[in-house]
Every structure is written in C-alpha cells, then in structure tokens.
C-alpha cells in the first residue's frame, strides 16, 4: 500500500513564502510525476506544479515564476516553495504521485495524500 503524507502547510502573511513537503512510503518500485494541486472553496482542483523522475517540470499559470518544485527520487519525496503568496493562493493542496508502480509488472496507479491547508491572510 502507498501512501502520500504531506507537510508544511498553515497560515502565512500575503508576501511571505512557504514550503510544502510530500514523503510517498510503501513498496515502490517507481514513480513517474510527482506533483502538486490545489483546490479553493467552490473551485475546481487545478494544477500547482509537477515534476517527472527525469526532472521535467510544469507549473500552473497562477504560480509560474514564483514557485519552485523539486525531487529526490531516492527518497520519493516532493517539496514546492512558493514565495510572493496571495491571498489567491488560499486552498487545500494535495501532493499526487502519478503512475506508481511497486514493481517491474506492476500496473500503474495513481495516489493522493490528504491534503494541507495553505491560508495567505494577514
């Protein structure tokens, strides 16, 4: 079974910065993107950012240039700074692994953690 526990989350100023960690555990053979969404009151779940085993990343329009994602695929862990946050920002994120496989054969299946309330409010 994996499982996706996320960190970092909580209540920050609107300028201020603040880093999310992601920790995928279980039996894990690989792991092809691993990534960041969010989702606000009333709004549909969109992306944050993802970044692939090789390295490939992608942002979401709203964070581009002010948000950084990295990986360590030794560990299987994911970590997104973001930095010059706004009140926009406001949502629950969720840390996603796409296409985990927990071996060679394995079929591919995608997780997501519980998610972690980020809150931009002075």
């Known amino acids: 079974q994996v499982q996706l526990v996320e960190s970092g989350g909580g209540l920050v100023q609107p300028g201020g910065s603040l880093r999310l960690s992601c920790a995928a555990s279980g039996s894990i053979f690989s792991i092809n993107a691993m990534g960041w969404y969010r989702q606000a009151p009333g709004k549909q779940r969109e992306l944050v950012a993802t970044?692939?085993?090789?390295?490939?990343?992608k942002y979401g329009a709203s964070v581009k240039g002010r948000s950084t994602i990295s990986r360590d695929n030794a560990k299987n862990t994911v970590s997104l700074q973001m930095d010059s946050l706004k009140p926009g920002d406001t949502a629950v994120y969720y840390c996603n692994a796409d296409r985990v496989r927990v071996a060679l054969w394995d079929t591919a299946h995608d997780y997501w953690g519980q998610g972690t309330q980020v809150t931009v409010s002075s």
């Open positions: 970044i692939t085993s090789g390295g490939s990343t």
